[in-house]
């Protein structure tokens, strides 16, 4: 028997899913939506992450459309300083409860089922939900579609079940325990091993600095070394429109003069554009984390760093690399880091986003995944024809390494082009605070500003060099796909 129906049923209430309703509700005014989600409070890995994350990326192009983030000023000191400030992960947290509790539900139009999971479809096509707590079930006749907001299957470090072993005499946390030291007393490690490569051992690494840790008490397990954006060159407002602009044209020329995406990733790096903490180290890695000069500056600091690849156990006195081992101080506080952000088993659910009766949210244009969400939204409530809105609508690949970057990024540029031509679009990107260029090419154009001439070499690269990127990313696509 049906409890209840709606018309989108959104499995998973974190930023995705958020800002796909968000964008839908007002887009389609005559729709209902149905969340469910296992978390206690919206904002999906948000609510599991260490207390002391914030966002890679300005908060002045996060979240959802319809809402701004409290406070997106510039950051007045520290490594960020000068770029807006990111927002801390309890702000984002309160930010989301916000989207759900005084825009969403206020409609009339949007449930929420947390505490529950979505457990697939009855016989009837129905979809069941089960509460987590007390195990009732609940089904759903779903009348359009049902929306995958968890395609990404983001991993955080207090969820992740570590990929090596230790024994019972050495101490590994995640790094969420960290500001709970000072109740330790004079308790505390005199050394600390941060075990990971990823944005999260940076933040690690930063925390730890400036909470006051010598730097040479600090070991730092790097199995790869990784290219990172400039936070510079993705700033969100008219004041760094230039920069930004620079940096689309400075990927196309790169493309154009690059053999491989190693070689683009160099060429970028050579102009500034990407940054590495080890400037020694060829990087084999790429995720799309966004960090400032500061913060490198900082983390270059950490020069114990040992690159023997990833850790497969952990006894007293020694890190065990398969075969070989490295000694490591006794009482040393192991910090894992090595959780990966968007596991890249996500790859099994990839394909079209509108898939009949469903819709299976992926990057359009990578990494900026909220941004991406909405878009299908407005896809979605504006477009009869699945064809057409596939066809608007290429699923970018969340590459690993500098070598299938190109691949993503033809992907995010072909989208776009193809944006480019649709009106309808176009109008609704001017007016969308998602989107880092938007609002302020709209705002220029109609102040007839001569600062749009630099919108004019954007096309004229595009034009020239986009052929170029197009062979790279197909170059690209097939190491991607073979990995």
């Not at 050495?170 to 790094?175: A, C, D, I, R, T």
């Not at 910090?335 to 996500?346: G, K, L, N, R, Y």
Request: charged share 25%; net charge negative; hydrophobic share 40%.
């Amino acid at each position: 028997m049906v409890d209840f129906g709606t018309d989108y049923l959104i499995v998973g209430a974190g930023a995705v899913g958020l800002a796909f309703a968000d964008t839908l509700i007002d887009e389609d005014p005559d729709c209902h939506i149905t969340f469910v989600d296992k978390h206690a409070k919206p904002g999906g890995h948000w609510n599991d992450a260490y207390s002391f994350v914030a966002l890679h990326q300005p908060s002045g192009t996060y979240g959802v459309n319809s809402l701004e983030f409290p406070s997106e000023k510039l950051d007045t000191h520290g490594p960020n300083k000068g770029l807006f400030a990111l927002a801390s992960g309890a702000e984002v947290l309160a930010y989301f409860e916000k989207v759900m509790n005084m825009r969403l539900l206020p409609t009339g139009r949007v449930d929420y089922h947390r505490l529950s999971e979505y457990r697939g479809k009855n016989d009837e096509g129905e979809a069941r939900i089960v509460s987590i707590l007390n195990g009732e079930e609940t089904t759903i006749k779903i009348r359009r579609r049902l929306v995958d907001a968890t395609f990404y299957q983001t991993s955080v470090p207090s969820t992740h079940k570590p990929n090596f072993n230790h024994s019972g005499d050495v101490e590994v946390v995640p790094p969420g325990a960290l500001p709970e030291l000072w109740k330790r007393g004079a308790d505390l490690p005199d050394h600390y091993v941060i075990l990971g490569a990823g944005k999260t051992a940076m933040d690690t690494g930063v925390w730890l600095i400036e909470a006051g840790v010598d730097p040479d008490q600090i070991k730092w397990v790097r199995p790869r070394e990784s290219w990172l954006w400039n936070r510079n060159f993705t700033q969100p407002g008219e004041q760094f429109f230039e920069q930004v602009i620079s940096m689309q044209i400075a990927l196309l020329e790169a493309a154009s003069k690059a053999q491989d995406g190693a070689e683009m990733m160099h060429i970028l790096g050579d102009n500034g554009f990407y940054l590495r903490i080890d400037e020694e180290v060829e990087p084999e890695m790429f995720h799309f984390a966004t960090i400032s000069q500061g913060e490198v500056d900082m983390l270059r600091r950490i020069q114990n760093v040992i690159r023997k690849g990833h850790v497969t156990a952990i006894e007293k006195g020694k890190l065990k690399f398969g075969d070989s081992e490295v000694a490591v101080p006794e009482g040393s506080l192991f910090i894992d880091c090595t959780a990966s952000a968007v596991p890249f088993e996500a790859r099994a659910r990839s394909g079209p986003l509108f898939r009949k009766d469903e819709i299976v949210l992926q990057p359009l244009h990578v990494p900026i995944v909220t941004f991406s969400a909405a878009v299908a939204a407005f896809l979605e409530a504006n477009y009869d024809n699945d064809d057409i809105k596939n066809a608007l609508a290429a699923p970018g690949p969340l590459t690993d390494t500098p070598a299938t970057f190109p691949y993503s990024l033809m992907i995010s540029m072909m989208n776009r082009s193809a944006w480019a031509q649709q009106p309808e679009i176009m109008a609704w990107l001017a007016s969308s605070r998602l989107d880092n260029g938007g609002p302020v090419i709209a705002k220029l154009a109609a102040e007839n500003s001569p600062r749009l001439a630099i919108l004019e070499k954007f096309r004229a690269a595009a034009q020239e060099h986009m052929p170029s990127l197009v062979k790279l990313g197909m170059q690209a696509k097939a190491i991607h796909e073979a990995a």
